[in-house]
């Protein structure tokens, strides 16, 4: 990885272990990384790049205090070589060292269909879980059902299909009473009809998220399971061998004064347990597991639960990573899909309005944090204007000329895209400004990888599948491919080989397809 090239460098320069941030220029006139470690250092700059000695750099040069680096046309064209040896494995990274980690995401109540909000966490879940992957995680995608008979979505459930209630009366549900009718009429309580409608909910949102999401999970987790199995009593034992519970009010409550948050109710006045407690049990259930990282994609309802949850995980004895990731709402910019007046938009609506691409990459390039507003013209458009559309038509464009490439007559002009071919001395020619940049935008690619492995920050994804099919187009209106000289033509196809592995690499992350034709 270039980055952490640079950082080695630098690091034996200085000549002791300090803290190094490389940086991207925003302006190439900056240079392609830069570093103000002379700061940090309090060091004469001029020292510091005095005793950096290497190929790696065209030059290194110094303003106001900041290490401004140019990278090396050979050296890019060494890099080529490597994405083009790589492949499919270009950007593999080791930083998780086969850490086994959790990440819970989607976990909508079975009492409808997933609707546009549900959309964040399912498609940022399943990204980042392929970003963790490729940065050397062993990842589990988990979905924890709420299904527990005592929940009170459940009962509500159950007294909306008897029509005692209006809680969860949609259009969905009301087709669904209809076709289970037979079967409901053979169950006596709210709780059976509402856990019996839950279950087949259930079935309709699983098979939604396989056959149009194309998200799989590894693990099913079912609340009902964790009474069943006895967690939840088990983890009320634990927590009051500990002397953290007391009686007040009727009700059993956890202390949690000493992680400055108010106690919570774990037990109610009628003997009923909390949702907060079968959640205390299922988290002990994912310690068991052994998951050493632990990540929860959550609604934003469930801000205020981050605390608390936090505070138990220090109760179980958690000595591994603990993440709690919020979703912000999504609204429809300027319109509405749904024709029945206060109803959700469910999330396979706009699927079938746009298409599980554009679905993706749009709900991909907000951060969770900010609110979104999905733009359906925009997403519906088929041009340049919409992202999707040209990223993929950069991969079709380099598929079409890989196409032309092998179905000339003549064997000798035939393209052999084979590592001997890149190792010969053809990749000095490429020296135009767009073939450089087209290759500084490719080995930026692990260091994406890298950077949202760290911080989560998804969007930065989209973003850079943007640049690259950005430098691509510029890199092809201004450089013929197919040219008469031999040499220079293999050279750029090779260039376009290397683009395809890595646009190919980064549209797979995203879980977005590849057309050969548009």
Not at 62 to 88: A, R
Not at 134 to 161: H, M, P, S
Not at 467 to 485: G, M
């Amino acid at each position: 990885m270039v980055r952490q090239e640079i950082e080695n460098l630098i690091q034996r320069a200085v000549r002791k272990k300090v803290k190094i941030i490389i940086e991207r220029p925003t302006k190439n006139v900056f240079g392609d990384y830069y570093t103000n470690l002379a700061i940090v250092v309090k060091k004469d700059p001029h020292e510091i790049i005095s005793r950096i000695k290497s190929n790696i750099f065209e030059k290194v040069e110094i303003k106001n205090n900041f290490i401004n680096f140019f990278l090396s046309k050979k050296y890019l064209q060494k890099q080529l070589k490597e994405i083009l040896k790589q492949k499919d494995k270009f950007g593999e990274l080791k930083i998780g060292k086969n850490k086994k980690t959790n990440i819970e995401f989607i976990s909508a109540n079975p009492t409808g269909p997933l609707h546009i909000g549900n959309g964040r966490g399912a498609f940022f879940g399943d990204v980042l879980a392929n970003v963790l992957e490729k940065a050397g995680y062993k990842v589990f995608r988990e979905y924890y059902v709420n299904d527990a008979k005592n929940n009170n979505q459940i009962q509500e459930l159950g007294k909306t299909a008897l029509g005692e209630g209006t809680s969860y009366l949609t259009a969905y549900l009301a087709e669904l009473i209809k076709k289970l009718n037979p079967y409901l009429k053979k169950i006596k309580s709210e709780t059976d009809v509402g856990y019996f409608l839950s279950q087949n909910i259930l079935g309709d949102i699983r098979k939604f998220i396989k056959e149009k999401l194309k998200i799989k999970f590894d693990f099913w987790v079912f609340e009902q399971n964790i009474y069943r199995q006895n967690r939840v009593k088990k983890v009320y034992e634990f927590l009051k061998e500990k002397k953290l519970i007391y009686k007040k009010d009727e009700a059993w409550w956890l202390d949690l004064s000493k992680f400055n948050q108010k106690d919570e109710v774990l037990i109610k006045e009628n003997g009923q347990p909390t949702y907060f407690l079968s959640d205390i049990a299922y988290h002990k259930y994912k310690i068991e597991r052994g998951f050493k990282k632990i990540i929860n994609i959550w609604g934003a309802d469930h801000q205020g639960h981050i605390p608390r949850m936090k505070a138990v995980m220090e109760i179980l004895g958690y000595k591994g990573e603990f993440d709690i990731l919020i979703t912000q709402i999504v609204r429809l910019k300027n319109r509405k899909m749904s024709k029945r007046k206060g109803e959700i938009i469910t999330l396979e609506e706009l699927i079938n309005e746009v298409g599980l691409d554009v679905a993706r990459f749009f709900y991909l390039t907000k951060s969770l944090d900010s609110q979104m507003e999905f733009d359906l013209d925009l997403a519906k458009e088929q041009s340049e204007k919409n992202p999707v559309y040209y990223i993929q038509y950069a991969y079709t464009r380099i598929c079409g000329i890989l196409r032309k490439t092998k179905n000339q007559k003549s064997p000798k002009e035939s393209l052999c895209l084979s590592m001997e071919q890149a190792k010969t001395k053809n990749l000095d020619l490429l020296n135009h400004p767009s073939e450089l940049a087209l290759i500084k935008q490719l080995v930026r690619f692990p260091e994406i990888i890298e950077d949202t492995a760290r911080d989560y920050q998804v969007q930065r994804i989209p973003k850079y599948a943007l640049e690259l099919a950005n430098s691509f187009h510029k890199f092809y209106q201004d450089c013929r491919v197919l040219t008469e000289d031999k040499n220079l033509k293999e050279a750029r196809l090779l260039l376009i080989l290397a683009t395809k592995t890595v646009l190919n690499n980064t549209l797979n992350i995203m879980g977005i397809s590849t057309p050969e034709k548009m």
